[in-house]
Structures are given as structure tokens and as C-alpha cells.
């Protein structure tokens, strides 16, 4: 009985100490910000997920100071409280806010793309951990990283369409180049970039898309490239899938990086 | 070092390269080549001739006037994608018809694979 028996007395202390302990917010919160392994980001971003129970948000930067915040608890993705990223995607600007009712939530495949762009030729990436103010406002049980895994499988292939493979690597380079100019059912439908560059764009591309009209079932997807020395000079690009054409003028130093985003799909 | 001495050197220090061929543009033939596994002639020859188009042939000539580049000095570097295979080509800055055809199996990493060729390029063209 309470009171008359010290032992169960100091056992019940003991257990009420552990749990006034276990109801106040955990102390032991990284400070500072962590590196994770670049060689996989996708895979070490989701590893923080997983690993993620108590409610935390997970402030996620790489070296091009593009930063993604989710927050997550239970190892699940219950929103995004901030992104950005310098891809101007039409899309991506609805995700910062939304919370994640649940997997069905048709925005989970837009936030795999967000991702997939986030880290897109990184070197450097970081996370910082940081108590969510409130977290009893949490209503919503989030998607995890299985469904996550689900919702990228079930997306088509990368490259399956010709047009949103282009929309795609033209939302993906911006930053990347000097100009360019996007080229669709035979017409210049987009241009962007510096003037000197441009106009050398534009004529070009009149005289692809006089000769796409002899090879208009031209199959699949090819990409030619010119260039100077790698030091300085200035690269053009010409990429085609199916009747989409883009033209590029960018530095010598991007050449790779948009070598390997366009073989990205 | 013998040319294929270079070649074989450019591919052990990138395993990712699957043929390297020392071209001579202007007599539009390969003369040296190293691969892990040897290419028939015929595919050398139209290695040969897209390279020989992409760095001295009508494109170049034509984006190197509509993109005010020197022809004489310009284009250094071309790259063809068709599918999933990569060609990388260099032109030699020290002799106009000496080339190099690369058939690489990924992007990655390809900024250190286009310093090291050109290096290699180079010390062929000096005749090292």
C-alpha cells in the first residue's frame, strides 16, 4: 500500500521521475550542422527521415545553397516547411506549407521530384536538426518512405515523354547557362539568357528547325556539343527528343554538369 | 611512348572509357587505338568521319560563324550522344588533324576525363 511499503514507494518514484523525464522536450538535439554522404543524397536524405522519431525539422543544404526543410516524426514526412531552389519549377513552389495527409496525397510525387532536383550533382550536403515549435498541431500521419519509394517506382520513366523530359532539363539547368532557346512542334516556343548569346541561339535554331522538317521521326534522344578550352570558353549544346529542341550557350566549367542532367532524364 | 602506350594509359586512369582512338582528321583515318574489346574497322571509320564532321566539318564550320569562334582554333572539344553511348572528341591545339575519339560508358566525372585526354593529346602531337 502507498505509503507503508518504502521499496514499491521508491519504485514508483523512480518510474514517475522517468516519465516527467520522457514528457519534457529531448535536450539532446544537434546543434550543429552535420555532413552526410554526397555520393548518395537521395538515399542519405532518407536515411535521416527514417531514423527521425521524436518530431524534428530536418534542414537539408547542399554546396549549391539550396535548402530543403521537411518535418518529420515516426520516420515519416508529415510537410515541407520551406524549400528553395533555384530550378524555377512550376510546380515545386506549391509544396513549402503542405502538410501531408496522408499517401494518397497527390503532392508526394511532386516532393520526389523537388528531391531528385535538390540533389542533382551535389558534392556537398548537410542537415540540421531543429525541435518543431509545436508539435501537438500535428493531425496528420504524413507519408513514409516506403510509400515514397512506391510513388517513384510508379512514376513513368524518365524520358518517357519527350516533352516533359525537356520541361524537365530546361526547368533543371537554369542557373546553368549563358542562354538558351526551347524549340517545340516546330516552332521557338522559350528563350532565356544574355542578348550576344541569345541572338547566336536564335539563328541557330532557325536552321535546325529547317532541317528537323527532313528528319521529323527522328527517333529518341541525342545531344551534340561544341567547345573551346575548358578554361573559359564557351560551350553550345544541341538537344533533341522527338520534335523538342533546346539550344544552350554555357561556360566551359558547366559542361559536365549539364552533360549528365540532360542524361538524366 | 608509343601512342597506344597513351591511350591505354588514358583508359587505366578512367575505367569508364571504353575506346580511345588517336584520329587523323584530314587523312580521315584511325591510326592507333586501345579498347576493352577490339572494334571492327568499319565502326573506327565512322568514328573517324564523326569526328572529323563535329571538329572541322560543315557544323563546325557553321556554329563557329553564326557563334563568332575562331574555325582555326575552335571547336577543341565535340561531344555526340545517341542513345545511351558518349563520344567525346578533341581536336590537338598543336597539330589541326591529330584527334582523339573517346567512347565513354557515363558523364560522371567527365571534367577530369577531358583535362587528362587533352594532357594525352598533347604529349602525342608533341611526339612524346
Redesign the interface.
Known amino acids: 500500500m502507498p505509503g507503508n511499503d518504502p521499496h514499491h514507494d521508491a519504485q514508483v518514484a523512480r518510474l514517475s521521475a522517468r516519465l516527467a523525464a520522457l514528457r519534457r522536450p529531448s535536450a539532446v538535439v544537434a546543434k550543429a550542422r552535420r555532413t552526410l554522404e554526397a555520393a548518395n543524397p537521395l538515399a542519405a536524405i532518407a536515411n535521416e527521415i527514417d531514423e527521425t522519431l521524436l518530431p524534428r525539422c530536418l534542414n537539408f543544404k547542399n554546396d549549391r545553397g539550396e535548402t530543403m526543410g521537411l518535418d518529420v516524426a515516426s520516420g515519416r514526412v508529415l510537410s515541407v516547411a520551406h524549400m528553395a531552389l533555384q530550378a524555377d519549377a512550376h510546380d515545386f513552389g506549391s509544396l513549402p506549407g503542405h502538410a501531408f495527409f496522408d499517401a494518397d496525397d497527390p503532392k508526394c510525387a511532386t516532393l520526389i521530384r523537388a528531391m531528385q532536383v535538390f540533389c542533382q550533382d551535389i558534392s556537398e550536403l548537410t542537415v540540421k536538426a531543429t525541435i518543431v515549435p509545436e508539435p501537438q498541431g500535428f493531425t496528420n500521419i504524413g507519408v513514409s518512405l516506403q510509400t515514397l519509394e512506391q510513388q517513384v517506382m510508379a512514376l513513368p520513366p524518365a524520358g518517357a515523354d519527350p516533352q516533359e523530359r525537356m520541361a524537365r532539363f530546361w526547368t533543371a539547368s537554369r542557373g546553368l547557362v549563358l542562354a538558351a532557346v526551347r524549340c517545340s512542334g516546330g516552332e521557338i516556343a522559350e528563350t532565356t539568357g544574355a542578348p550576344t548569346?541569345l541572338d547566336?541561339l536564335l539563328?541557330?535554331a532557325r536552321?535546325e528547325l529547317a532541317e528537323a522538317d527532313a528528319e521529323a521521326d527522328a527517333p529518341?534522344?541525342?545531344?551534340?556539343?561544341?567547345?573551346?578550352?575548358?578554361e573559359s570558353?564557351?560551350?553550345?549544346m544541341v538537344l533533341g527528343c522527338a520534335n523538342e529542341i533546346a539550344l544552350i550557350?554555357l561556360p566551359a566549367?558547366n559542361?559536365?554538369k549539364l552533360?549528365?542532367l540532360?542524361?538524366a532524364g | 611512348m608509343r601512342i597506344a602506350g597513351w591511350l591505354d594509359s588514358l583508359r587505366r586512369d578512367f575505367p569508364e572509357c571504353k575506346l580511345a582512338a588517336f584520329a587523323d582528321l584530314s587523312a580521315g583515318m584511325v591510326l592507333a587505338s586501345s579498347a576493352d574489346v577490339p572494334m571492327p574497322q568499319e565502326r573506327l571509320d565512322r568514328l573517324c568521319a564523326t569526328a572529323a564532321e563535329?571538329l572541322a566539318g560543315d557544323?563546325?564550320r557553321?556554329?563557329a560563324a553564326?557563334?563568332?569562334?575562331p574555325l582555326d582554333?575552335?571547336?577543341?572539344?565535340?561531344?555526340?550522344?545517341?542513345?545511351d553511348e558518349?563520344g567525346l572528341f578533341l581536336r590537338s591545339?598543336h597539330e589541326a588533324s591529330d584527334a582523339l575519339c573517346c567512347l565513354v560508358e557515363t558523364?560522371?566525372?567527365?571534367?577530369d576525363f577531358?583535362?587528362s585526354a587533352?594532357q594525352k593529346l598533347d604529349a602525342i602531337s608533341a611526339g612524346q
Open positions: 548569346e547566336h539563328a541557330l536552321d529518341g534522344c541525342r545531344a551534340l556539343a561544341w567547345g573551346g578550352g575548358m570558353s564557351v560551350f553550345y550557350a566549367r559542361f559536365g552533360t549528365r540532360w542524361l | 563535329l557544323s563546325a557553321r556554329i553564326v557563334c563568332a569562334q582554333q575552335w571547336p577543341a572539344h565535340a561531344m555526340a550522344i545517341d542513345g558518349i591545339e558523364a560522371q566525372g567527365m571534367e577531358l583535362i587533352r
